[in-house]
């Protein structure tokens, strides 16, 4: 560029354009989102236990997180609303039995875990969910084929208690289908559905436990007020009359018990002495100087 006629210069190397923000990988986001631990960043390991909107952590991971909260660095903001090991689930998984071998040359390496149904890879590429009170995790069309068609038309006018159960078909455990299935790592729409499930069901067992606990403190002060009650003994008038007798008779038997003694034993049960002439020494006390 000075002006020799040997080179022209374009637009692009004078102006220097805003780069472009980089993108992230999706496919890797969905990889990391299957394969490892939301909360430690690990890789899955079992125990791998899930909360209420579907995350997957390892067991360990989610102790520690209770231990200290401050432990991770976003262990707020990912599974803030875990409490205690009461909010997961334990899952039942079934590990892939195609293994990924150091001759293998493979970009993705298999999936850990598989559906034992359909023996689909636990990868993302097929939606999976787990049995909330079992904790067994199959493939939502695996599950699907083998339960049947959806009984949402036949459970809309029941109660969720009189619904007829299905059994788990690996342990054989009852669950509702409608009310006990938990879909894993949902998409963004599902997971605020999910989210606003939780808070809902929170507020509900907050407001029993209050009842709850009002219903112990009323039992509680009925009992206090039963043990406040004084209840006034009852008088027999031939109790009172033979007690009154043996008190007589105790006494009688006291005169003529000191009436035998000498005065050198009856000093002793006398009074302290006012006498003149004894000192501090010998006041109150029997000596033959006093």
């Known amino acids: 560029m000075g002006n020799d006629g040997g080179s022209i210069p374009d637009r692009r190397d004078l102006v220097k354009s805003k780069p472009k923000a980089e993108q992230a990988d999706k496919a890797n986001q969905v990889r990391a989102r299957w394969g490892f631990c939301a909360l430690s960043k690990k890789p899955l390991q079992e125990p791998v236990v899930s909360c209420a909107l579907g995350r997957l952590y390892n067991k360990d991971a989610i102790i520690e997180f209770l231990l200290d909260r401050n432990v991770y660095g976003d262990g707020d903001d990912i599974c803030g609303h875990v409490k205690s090991l009461k909010d997961v689930k334990t899952l039942t998984l079934t590990p892939n039995p195609v293994k990924a071998s150091s001759s293998d040359d493979v970009d993705i390496p298999p999936a850990a875990f598989v559906c034992p149904l359909t023996m689909k890879e636990m990868n993302g590429a097929v939606p999976f969910l787990y049995i909330t009170t079992c904790g067994c995790v199959f493939s939502q069309a695996g599950l ?100 009154r007798i043996v008190v ?36 109150g006390t029997f000596t033959r100087y006093a």
């Not at 809902?200 to 606990?213: D, E, I, L, M």
């Not at 009688?252 to 035998?260: G, S």
């Open 144 to 243: 699907k084929a083998v339960l049947g068609p959806s009984p949402q038309a036949k459970a809309d006018g029941q109660e969720p208690g009189t619904r007829e159960k299905d059994l788990c078909p690996q342990c054989t455990k009852k669950f509702d289908r409608v009310e006990d299935l938990c879909t894993i790592n949902p998409g963004p729409e599902e997971e605020e559905i999910m989210m606003e499930k939780l808070a809902a069901a929170r507020a509900s067992k907050a407001k029993s436990g209050k009842k709850r606990k009002a219903a112990v403190a009323e039992i509680f002060d009925t009992k206090d007020k039963k043990r406040e009650r004084v209840v006034a003994p009852s008088t027999n008038p031939s109790i009172a009359a033979s007690s």
């Open 248 to 283: 007589e008779g105790l006494a009688e038997e006291e005169k003529k018990r000191l009436a035998h003694m000498s005065d050198a034993v009856k000093s002793l049960y006398q009074g302290k002495s006012t006498k003149a002439d004894s000192n501090w020494i010998s006041r």
